[in-house]
RNA sequence: GCCCGAGUAGCUCAGUCGGCAGAGCGGUUCACUCGUAAUGAACAGGUCAGGGGUUCGAUUCCCCUCUCGGGCUCCA
């Protein structure tokens, strides 16, 4: 046996070593830098702990703590820190699965006679957190006996369940009837395929225990609620730190906060959960959000339609929404001596009447109806939120009749379409999500699914985007692709949805008469590019932090004067910019110069004019825009206005 | 729907041996007339989310309901 081992860097360059040495050694040998930043090592492409020895000839990569898979290790041994703490400090408790999530980690746990967490408990936890750590425990990882660990973890019914289950599982911890296992002696082990970090004592410690939430077992609602607790763990002080201030940045841009303090929109309790009321100002922008689209569905040959809130339950029935939605929908209201009628949770139904009401030539496909439908879901209790998650909404609705031949071209024209639409109020960064079959609720033959989802699928692939599975997130009636847009600090919202449906225009026969003579059923493309209007609205909000741009913003320009005795000019300069499509007021000299324009800045308006002697006699105006370093001044009224008007025409 | 937490003035929040309800901002009025992010004073403003219970007495303790927040499940 050689007593030197050769091991491939990534850089593809060959070190030796002394046989026996491990990743730990490896990190050391390169540099001391190194070898305090390493985590766990990249063996062969398989993650390993520092500890395990190498194998001669292996490439070997060593994962720093600042890196993705660092932190992920991080995270991971920080999690099992908690469940020993947890362990410790709760007898009788017992624990279920624990890994790390994006910026985190979290641990579920049941405690004996359905106690939950409090507040103060968490402070507890996180201070036996941080005896472990000062502890530096190590993690050793081990291989037992099925059996063996059956005994080992008798107490945990949970742990049991993985023990049992596993085998067909892909992530699994056990192996022809091996269990892996990590302890950290005196008295912790948990079921883990690792990596984990050395000892508690390395990279661990820059944690923060976040809250306590209830979560099924499994994720599965007909199963027992645990009590979860939530983390974030970072390589250092300083990331923790920064990772907490993002949280606060985040929470500022929040749409619920920011539709309270710039008067946009409420949610009334006498109303009801999940229904919002548009205030003036929210009024306005959703007023624009709204035209704009109009004039784009308009130029993009879409029709327009309209259809009721209510209608029998016959129609519902037909679609099928009764049997497949009906959990979402509003329960019925029985009229005319017990006829049922319910409120709509979709539109899609009515415009399947209106194509039906006469026959339908092929020339006219693809049909294109538009609809900004008001519908009512019944969510929830727990699910409502903000404007992203409501009981009464209006989408920004459309269904395509389109004939099979057409309807890979019509999917192609509608994602740029989509793109180039919300590009336009200022999402321009997009991935997309293809949602395919769901597994129990689902309407129509597996052939007519598989030809959906393809033709999707193809209009996907055509696009420069990163395409994520959604499996079995369709529909019933059918898959879909969804945008999903990253906003101005990163984060990922749901916008629009195209849905390929062959089984309602069969429900509802639904046909056109080819250019052979003959009848067929149209291919229905459902799709909503805001989702819902409210939802954009949040999101734009959040995505903006309420400083909508000129085109959107509720008041454009707020005219100032310096003195009491300049407001009839400021009143001037206001009337003229209304004259002239803008929206624009003033407010009177009553409190210092300094005050209003705080005011007015605290409101996020685009541009503040100030208005004094000099303008009075000029015939000028002050612009103290938004963003700008410094106010300019002495700008002639008719270029403001010029500058505006571009500015708004341009969308800015 | 389920788990945890919270509802006090328009907003943000103080108010723990149970004993007449507080601040700042905002609002109104008056004074100040000011060239780019807070002028001063006075006044108004509350069924302490709603209902029930315990108590001589409840914003405070207990129960129920509603609403909100964080999660789970579900979803535009």
């Known amino acids: 046996m050689p007593d030197t081992i050769s091991i491939t860097l990534p850089d593809g360059l060959a070190r030796e070593l002394p046989a026996g040495s491990t990743g730990a050694d490896l990190a050391a040998a390169i540099g001391t830098r190194l070898a305090r930043d390493a985590v766990i090592a990249v063996v062969n492409g398989t993650e390993r702990d520092l500890g395990d020895p190498l194998p001669d000839g292996a490439t070997v990569e060593i994962v720093t703590a600042a890196s993705e898979r660092g932190l992920f290790t991080i995270r991971h041994s920080t999690a099992h820190v908690l469940a020993q703490a947890v362990l410790d400090l709760f007898p009788g408790a017992t624990f279920g699965i624990g890994p790390p999530v994006e910026d985190g980690f979290y641990y579920d746990f049941e405690l004996p006679g359905g106690a939950t967490f409090s507040p103060d408990d968490l402070e507890r936890i996180d201070a036996r957190m941080r005896e472990i750590i000062a502890e530096a425990q190590p993690f050793v990882r081990d291989e037992i006996p099925s059996d063996r660990a059956r005994e080992v973890f008798a107490a945990h019914p949970y742990k049991l369940e993985i023990i049992a289950g596993a085998a067909e599982d892909p992530t699994s911890v056990t192996e022809a009837g091996v269990v892996r296992t990590y302890e950290n002696p005196p008295n912790f082990i948990d079921l883990c395929r690792g990596p984990h970090v050395r000892d508690t004592g390395h990279h661990l410690g820059h944690f923060k225990l976040m809250r306590v939430a209830g979560a099924y077992w499994r994720g599965d609602e007909r199963n027992p609620m645990l009590q979860r607790i939530y983390g974030t763990a970072w390589h250092s002080k300083a990331a923790l730190e920064e990772h907490l201030h993002r949280l606060e940045e985040a929470a500022k841009r929040d749409h619920r906060k920011l539709g309270n303090e710039l008067d946009l929109f409420s949610f009334p309790d006498e109303i009801g959960s999940g229904l919002a009321v548009f205030h003036p100002k929210g009024g306005i922008v959703r007023r624009i959000m709204e035209d704009y689209s109009r004039r784009r569905h308009e130029e993009a040959g879409y029709e327009f339609v309209y259809s009721p809130h209510i209608t029998k339950a016959g129609l519902f029935e037909t679609s099928g929404h009764l049997e497949w939605f009906a959990e979402g929908m509003f329960p019925p209201m029985e009229l005319d001596g017990g006829t049922e009628y319910y409120l709509k949770p979709m539109n899609c139904p009515f415009h399947c009447l209106i194509f039906r009401h006469r026959t339908r030539s092929y020339r006219e496909l693809p049909l294109r109806m538009f609809e900004f439908g008001s519908v009512y879901r019944y969510e929830k209790s727990g699910v409502v939120h903000g404007l992203t998650r409501v009981r009464g909404m209006t989408q920004d609705d459309a269904h395509i009749f389109t004939t099979k031949e057409q309807m890979g071209d019509e999917l192609d024209s509608l994602l740029t379409f989509v793109l180039d639409l919300l590009a336009d109020y200022g999402l321009d960064d997009f991935y997309l999500e293809l949602s395919t079959r769901p597994e129990e609720k689902a309407i129509g033959s597996h052939e007519d699914w598989d030809e959906a989802t393809e033709a999707l699928r193809q209009a996907a692939a055509k696009r420069d985007l990163d395409l994520v599975l959604d499996e079995g997130g369709g529909a019933f009636y059918g898959p879909k692709i969804s945008v999903q847009a990253r906003d101005a600090i990163g984060r990922t919202w749901q916008m629009s949805t195209l849905q390929l449906d062959f089984q309602e225009p ?147």
């Open 506 to 652: 069969q429900r509802f026969g639904l046909e056109y008469v080819g250019r052979d003579g003959q009848r067929h059923t149209p291919i229905m493309i459902h799709r909503a590019l805001f989702g819902s209007v409210e939802r954009f609205f949040g999101v734009l909000t959040e995505h903006y932090a309420g400083a909508f741009p000129t085109w959107l913003a509720p008041v454009q320009v707020r005219v100032l004067g310096v003195r009491g005795d300049h407001d009839d000019y400021a009143a001037a300069v206001a009337a003229r910019l209304r004259a002239a499509g803008f929206r624009a007021d003033w407010v009177e000299a009553d409190e210092p110069l300094g005050a209003r324009i705080r005011r007015a800045k605290l409101e996020k308006l685009p541009h503040v004019l100030v208005v004094g002697d000099d303008d009075v006699a000029a015939g000028t105006v002050a612009d103290n825009a938004r963003g700008a370093e410094r106010p300019e001044r002495d700008i002639p009224f008719d270029d403001f206005a010029a500058r505006l008007r571009a500015e708004v025409a341009e969308r800015r």
